[in-house]
């Protein structure tokens, strides 16, 4: 079973940045989709983006962090990163991941809205991190 520790929050100035990781463990081939969410108070979880295992190409859901945030990858720590620059108050959330085993190698140059909204369904939540922007 894939388990994930989303870390790495805290309260931030606006402007500032924060690097968040997303840990896991069960992983039994590098062919996933993990993504990123976030939910803010009184909203419902909305997607970030997302990454391949297999060849590391992303995908960014929301337009608001084009350019400000990325997504990456380290296999062998099977870690996922989220850089985040230029934090916003807006972007205040608790934040998590999801993954999805794709059980083959595959691009997010094809079908990333569709393994997108596969990981929107994901079933295992964790905790998530708190991240907080102050005006």
């Known amino acids: 079973e894939v388990q994930l520790v989303e870390s790495g929050g805290g309260l931030v100035q606006a402007g500032g940045s924060l690097r968040l990781s997303c840990a896991a463990s069960g992983f039994t081939s590098d062919d996933y989709a993990i993504g990123w969410f976030r939910q803010a108070p009184g909203k419902e979880r909305e997607g970030i983006a997302c990454i391949s295992s297999s060849d590391g190409s992303t995908y960014y859901a929301d337009s608001s962090v084009k350019g400000r945030f990325t997504i990456s990858i380290n296999n062998a720590k099977n870690t996922v990163y989220l850089q985040m620059n230029s934090l916003k108050p807006e972007d205040t959330a608790v934040y998590y991941c999801?993954?999805?085993?794709?059980?083959?190698?595959?691009?997010?140059?094809?079908?990333?809205?569709?393994?997108?909204?596969?990981?929107?369904?994901?079933?295992?939540w964790g905790q998530g991190t708190q991240v907080t922007v102050s005006s």
């Open positions: 999801a993954a999805e085993w794709v059980g083959g190698e595959f691009s997010l140059d094809y079908g990333a809205e569709d393994h997108m909204q596969s990981l929107s369904e994901y079933d295992n």
